[in-house]
DNA sequence: CGCAATCTACCTACTTAATGGTAGACAATC
DNA sequence: GATTGTCTACCATTAAGTAGGTAGATTGCG
């Protein structure tokens, strides 16, 4: 029984998800947990350690999966094309991306999660100024145009598609989106 | 009609575009307009009345914007970058989008707002959808794809920018995801 | 016109509930 | 026997919102 918590970075990533960071408490983590609010701060002290936390753990399962996607896939559009469905779920289950949330809350936050959260968007965008360059280098990417750049405009595509689909609860009006995105990287 | 309702408008749409809607409060507010926390009931009884205020004023003034872009530019995609610039001034003032903010926020907000915001983002596809429709017709626009897929794409790549952007201070790197997004909107 | 009634915009003072966080007791476990 | 995890009980602070009042405009009307 030591998941205990494991169970509360579970729940907590589903509230800053669903609600914002300021916009649940921990009484709310509690009663999701089913534990009582002062043995949350026994694992979390505070709201923003539960929140680095939370955003150390999530970083970790993207990181997987890029690395994953990396093994797997072997084209370019076909790595972003993967990178985009990590997203769709989030779609699908009514949940934003848990930096866009903290990133929203921007000047409120204290530094640390800041820097992490932007450490989150900048591992990404190394990512895929990687893939792009390695898909230009095999020419399974449209060339000209600057990896960097690239990585950037496509971040910002599926965070912003997350964000607004999520909204009109439209996992298809996503895809669609994703496919627009994914098919403008091929080369003409 | 005093302008102190002007002046709540104006430093609570800061507040939530720079804290997100939770992040702040009354006596925030208050303090920023230099008027009691209770005085701010007179004008908006409840914290959604406020919210809801600010998400009208928010989408009026896009509105006017939108109808100038489509008077003052006659091409697609010169028509598409004037709206991207609109976002810009958020990038640079460390401000996020007020709809991305609420949006966020999602089932933890009433109803009302989460339809208000909805509206707001159907106000700028069915814009956008017409806007890259006459781009097509008149052959600015490359043809082939679906308008309406297309407005999607091209409000997630600038929300998403927007909330990315800000994060990194960066209106460079804003104006060149604008730039990739825009140019891959012209005939091949 | 004069003037009372009403309205507007703000105030001080308060309530109720929730917030994040702490103190210390108690079992179970290593 | 120390550590771990949970509990009850509490704290100070802050949240949104209310009650009730006041000074100054605005208005209705004899």
């Keep these: 029984m030591r998941d205990t918590r494991a169970e509360l970075l579970m729940q907590a990533e589903t509230l800053v998800r669903g609600r914002g960071f300021a916009g649940f408490s921990y009484a709310d983590l509690a009663a999701a947990v089913g534990i009582r609010k002062a043995s949350i701060h026994h694992h979390f002290p505070t709201k923003v350690d539960l929140g680095a936390a939370l955003v150390a753990a999530y970083a970790a399962r993207y990181a997987a999966a ?36 903290l990133a929203i809350e921007g000047e409120a936050l204290p530094g640390r999660l800041r820097r992490d959260i932007a450490a989150f968007f900048a591992d990404h965008l190394a990512w895929l100024e990687a893939i792009l360059r390695a898909g230009q280098a095999d020419g399974t990417v449209r060339g000209g145009a600057d990896p960097a750049a690239l990585a950037r405009y496509v971040v910002a595509t599926l965070e912003g598609a997350l964000l607004m689909e999520r909204l009109f609860a439209s996992p298809a009006a996503f895809q669609g989106t994703l496919a627009v995105l994914v098919d403008g990287l091929r080369p003409r």
Excluded: K, S
């Design 66 to 101: 890029l690395e994953t996607i990396r093994l797997d896939v072997p084209d370019g559009p076909g790595r972003v094309e993967a990178y985009g469905r990590l997203y769709l779920g989030g779609v699908e289950q009514g949940l934003g991306c848990l930096c866009a949330a």
